[in-house]
T-cell receptor, first 114, second 112 residues
Framework: AQKITQTQPGMFVQEKEAVTLDCTYDTSDPSYGLFWYKQPSSGEMIFLIYQGSYDQQNATEGRYSLNFQKARKSANLVISASQLGDSAMYFCAMRAVGAQKLVFGQGTRLTINP | ETGVTQTPRHLVMGMTNKKSLKCEQHLGHNAMYWYKQSAKKPLELMFVYSLEERVENNSVPSRFSPECPNSSHLFLHLHTLQPEDSALYLC???????????FGQGTRLTVV
């Protein structure tokens, strides 16, 4: 069985600061993918970044980067130079390669203060 | 705009009503999903359709009935719901077993 744990229910960060959102996972699958999604108050889940379990380098997408530590089973999201529009719920998720099921964590509510 | 469209965006229904939620994608995906998001709970996967065939049903009560007539459309038929079924219902699509899932904006359902 797969499990995603996000231990930070809420975070408050000053605008322009960097922020790290924690995600740890547990799986027995040898190949898997890790995903981060953003959910603003409108409800839509917006895909941010993807990391494959065999990728040698950490994924980056603009201001988003994923700090992937396979041995520690962690996949933390780093947002650089935070903006007010980054305020939202953030979800970490994983899926075994070839599987259909995408498993989500509980989410972290990020609030960016001006 | 993710390419996945859900209607309606908001729905209020009585416990004796019958209604349907609709999801549409034109991304060329061949897998579609229904998720339920209740307050203070992780997203719960309800159903998975792969190539229009239901491949997963996570112990969802029979008052929720999914339908996937083709690879672009997914429905969730609702009947005799309970107040605890009030939640945000999210539809998603992806390529089978790979890549990210794209989500719709959800239907916020309130059962009164």
């Amino acid at each position: 069985a797969q499990k995603i744990t996000q231990t930070q229910p809420g975070m408050f960060v000053q605008e322009k600061e960097a922020v790290t959102l924690d995600c740890t996972y547990d799986t027995s699958d040898p190949s898997y993918g890790l995903f981060w999604y953003k959910q603003p108050s409108s409800g839509e889940m917006i895909f941010l970044i993807y990391q494959g379990s065999y990728d040698q380098q950490n994924a980056t997408e603009g201001r988003y980067s994923l700090n992937f530590q396979k041995a520690r089973k962690s996949a933390n999201l780093v947002i650089s130079a935070s903006q007010l529009g980054d305020s939202a719920m953030y979800f970490c998720a994983m899926r075994a390669v070839g599987a259909q099921k995408l498993v989500f964590g509980q989410g972290t509510r990020l609030t960016i203060n001006p | 705009e993710t390419g996945v469209t859900q209607t309606p965006r908001h729905l209020v229904m009585g416990m004796t009503n019958k209604k349907s939620l609709k999801c549409e994608q034109h991304l060329g995906h061949n897998a579609m999903y229904w998720y339920k998001q209740s307050a203070k709970k992780p997203l719960e996967l309800m159903f998975v359709y792969s190539l229009e065939e239901r491949v997963e049903n996570n112990s969802v009560p029979s008052r929720f009935s999914p339908e996937c007539p083709n690879s672009s459309h997914l429905f969730l038929h609702l009947h005799t719901l309970q107040p605890e079924d009030s939640a945000l219902y999210l539809c998603a699509s992806s390529l089978i077993g790979q890549g990210e899932a794209f989500f719709g904006q959800g239907t916020r359902l309130t059962v009164v």
